[in-house]
């Protein structure tokens, strides 16, 4: 049974149903992927703008629908001026609320849906931006991050962060390798091994962003990372290969092959798991945003059904794991 399979046998067992959001209803990948999720304990909310954009065919779904423009527009205006304290004016509220990205992050807010997704047809800033304003981050989490939940048959990774900051500092980079950390025990990672990645190993290189991953490998061995081995700066083949680690890094304190990865900054998470994902094989779930105090997750526009159906149920088991 590999991760997602488990992730989804989790997620039937929870005591009640998990109702997950998506503010393009009106998407036909998302359509299908409800069809999907019938015989699940994971119930879809699909929301619309206007009772006309409704399809005929919605029964067939078997999922609950909400329309933006049944609600009371006044009263969820109040409620999201409330909520940013004064920071939006009624009037930009009113305008809001009757969005459906919106209408859906004042719902998980709400208590009225458990987690949501979407970005088939919104941009990451109007998925992602209401959630950090309006849902925020979880008590003592100073920054929200993202992984990759790369897997391969029994294999699986973490890949963070590939998708939101963009250039950490030393002190976001041990920040985004913490919530990396909390992903792999999330995911029931036994006994994982952590690599903060650069071009460098133990000083083979030189240069402001070697000192970053130094510095930031410096304030992570301050954590209480229970279980958790970490080192760095490596490259990824001394991370990936033991014969390759002990030459390079011969005290280092991993003792097996890294299972979460820690790239410098957004240009190499993303190129990375790109790479491994095409050139590797490798099935990428996600992004997956940790951190955030209820689960939000963005989807890339050209998301197949398969890559919708996957964040889907990582983020209802993320509903279940909290």
Do not use: H
Request: contains cysteine; neutral net charge; proline residues 4%.
């Amino acid at each position: 049974m590999n991760v997602l399979e488990n992730t989804l046998k989790k997620i039937n067992e929870f005591s009640k149903k998990i109702k997950i959001i998506f503010p393009e209803g009106n998407s036909e990948r998302i359509q299908e992927v409800t069809k999907q999720l019938i015989g699940t304990n994971i119930t879809p909310v699909l929301v619309f703008k206007t009772y006309a954009e409704v399809p005929t065919t919605i029964a067939d779904c078997q999922a609950e629908v909400l329309i933006a423009e049944e609600q009371n527009m006044a009263e969820l205006a109040e409620y999201l001026v409330d909520l940013r304290k004064g920071k939006v004016s009624i009037a930009e509220a009113t305008r809001l609320v009757g969005e459906c990205n919106y209408l859906a992050v004042l719902w998980v807010k709400k208590g009225l849906a458990n987690g949501m997704v979407g970005g088939i047809t919104y941009d990451t800033k109007d998925i992602i931006g209401p959630a950090l304003r309006i849902i925020k981050a979880k008590p003592g989490v100073k920054l929200v991050s993202s992984f990759f939940l790369m897997v391969r048959n029994d294999e699986r990774y973490i890949f963070t962060d590939c998708a939101l900051n963009i250039d950490p500092t030393a002190e976001e980079l041990a920040d985004i390798a913490y919530l990396g950390y909390e992903a792999s025990q999330v995911f029931e990672f036994k006994k994982p091994q952590m690599a903060l990645l650069s071009f460098s190993t133990k000083g083979s290189g030189r240069g402001t962003s070697v000192d970053k991953v130094r510095e930031a490998y410096e304030i992570l061995k301050a954590k209480e990372l229970k279980d958790c081995r970490i080192d760095g700066e490596f490259q990824f083949d001394a991370a990936w290969d033991d014969t390759i680690r002990n030459k390079k890094a011969p005290t280092s304190s991993l003792t097996a092959p890294a299972d979460i990865f820690v790239f410098p900054n957004l240009d190499a998470g993303n190129i990375g798991y790109k790479i491994a994902q095409r050139l590797g094989g490798f099935e990428a779930v996600g992004p997956i945003v940790i951190g955030l105090d209820r689960p939000v997750n963005d989807l890339s526009r050209g998301a197949t059904i398969n890559d919708i159906y996957n964040t889907v149920l990582v983020t209802a088991y993320l509903c279940v794991y909290k």
